[in-house]
C-alpha cells in the first residue's frame, strides 16, 4: 500500500482526538479561518440546513459540560455546538407566504439533511483547526440530555443539537488510536455476506489485539478494552437513545432489510 503524502492528507492522517488544551489563547484570526472553512462544506440541496452556536459564556459551558458528564467541556478555549437548522428555513417559507400545511421542513428527510449538512460543517472545522495546530474533540455527550441543550441554547422550532466541538491548543499529544484493517470497513461494489467474509473474526482479532495496546488520554494507567468487547457492551444502549431523542430506542427498516 503507498500513501500518497501532502499537507493536506497529513493533517487527516494524524488527527486524533484531543481532550487538554494549554493556555494558549486562540485569535481573532483563527477563529474566522475556522468558521469559514465549516461555512464552505457542502450543503444538501443548498438548504444550508445546519448553524452553530459558539459559546463564550462561561455558565453555558459548564451546563454543557454537566450534561456531557465530561469536564473538559467547559475548559476548552473554544467552543461549539452545532445544530440542524430548518428554523431559518421556515421562517423564510412563511415570508414567502408558503401555506403553513404546505410546509414540508418537519420531515425525517429534512432532519437527516440538516444533520448531514451539520456534520459536514463540524468536520470541515475540525479539519482546519487541525491544520492550524489546534486540537480537538468533537462531543456527542451533549446529547445526554438533548432537551437540555436544546432548554440552554434557546435553540427554536425545527432546530436540534447535532454534536459540540471543543478546540484549543493541545496540551497533550497523544498516541493515534488504532484503526481496523481495511478489509473489515471497505467493500468492492457490494456487502459481503456473513459467509463470504469468513476471515473477519481473524482480522477483528488481531484488531482486538492491536486496540489494547492503546492507552487512553482519559486514562492513561489502563489500555482500553479489545474493540470487540467495547461494542458488545454498548449494543444495547436504549436508555441513552432515549435521553437523546425522546423516541424508541429502534427503528424498523432505517436501511438495508432490518436494523
Ligand atoms: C460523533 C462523535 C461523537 C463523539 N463524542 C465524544 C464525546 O462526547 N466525548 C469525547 O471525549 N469524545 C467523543 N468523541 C471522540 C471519539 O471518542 C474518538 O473519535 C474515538 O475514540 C477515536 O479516537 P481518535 O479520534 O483519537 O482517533 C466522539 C466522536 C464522534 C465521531
Known amino acids: 500500500m503507498t500513501i500518497?503524502?501532502?499537507?493536506?492528507?497529513?493533517?487527516?492522517?494524524?488527527?486524533?482526538?484531543i481532550r487538554a488544551w494549554s493556555e494558549c489563547e486562540v485569535s481573532h484570526d483563527v477563529i474566522d479561518t475556522l468558521e469559514a472553512a465549516a461555512q464552505?462544506?457542502?450543503t444538501s440541496q443548498y438548504f444550508n440546513a445546519w448553524s452553530a452556536i459558539r459559546v463564550t459564556d462561561e455558565k453555558i459551558a459548564l451546563k454543557l459540560a454537566e450534561i456531557g458528564n465530561q469536564?473538559?467541556?467547559?475548559?476548552?478555549?473554544?467552543?461549539?455546538?452545532?445544530?440542524?437548522?430548518?428554523?431559518?428555513?421556515?421562517?423564510?417559507?412563511?415570508?414567502?407566504g408558503v401555506p403553513e400545511d404546505e410546509i414540508t421542513l418537519d420531515s425525517d428527510y429534512t432532519f437527516t439533511q440538516g444533520q448531514n449538512d451539520a456534520v459536514l460543517a463540524l468536520h470541515a472545522m475540525e479539519t482546519a483547526a487541525e491544520s492550524l495546530g489546534l486540537g480537538c474533540v468533537?462531543?456527542?455527550?451533549?446529547?445526554?440530555?438533548?432537551q437540555a441543550v436544546?432548554?440552554?441554547?434557546?435553540?427554536?422550532?425545527?432546530?436540534?443539537?447535532?454534536?459540540g466541538l471543543a478546540?484549543?491548543?493541545p496540551a497533550v499529544e497523544p498516541q493515534l488510536k488504532p484503526r481496523m484493517a481495511r478489509e473489515l470497513q471497505i467493500f468492492d461494489n457490494t456487502y459481503p455476506a456473513d459467509n463470504e467474509h469468513p476471515s473477519m473474526t481473524d482480522a477483528l482479532a488481531d484488531f482486538d489485539a492491536e486496540v489494547v495496546t492503546y492507552y487512553d488520554t482519559r486514562d492513561m494507567s489502563h489500555p482500553v478494552?479489545?474493540?470487540t468487547e467495547q461494542v458488545s457492551s454498548m449494543a444495547n444502549d436504549r436508555n441513552r437513545l432515549q435521553r437523546a431523542f425522546g423516541k424508541p430506542a429502534r427503528r424498523q427498516g432505517f436501511t438495508g432489510r432490518s436494523f
Open 138 to 146: 468533537i462531543l456527542g455527550s451533549i446529547l445526554n440530555n438533548s
Open 4 to 17: 500518497i503524502h501532502n499537507d493536506t492528507i497529513d493533517t487527516l492522517l494524524n488527527r486524533r482526538t
Open 71 to 96: 469536564p473538559y467541556i467547559a475548559q476548552a478555549p473554544l467552543l461549539y455546538v452545532f445544530i440542524i437548522d430548518d428554523h431559518r428555513n421556515l421562517r423564510i417559507a412563511r415570508e414567502a
Open 167 to 169: 478546540l484549543g491548543y
Open 40 to 42: 464552505r462544506a457542502a
Open 225 to 227: 478494552r479489545p474493540f
Open 150 to 163: 436544546i432548554d440552554t441554547l434557546h435553540l427554536p422550532e425545527l432546530t436540534f443539537p447535532v454534536l
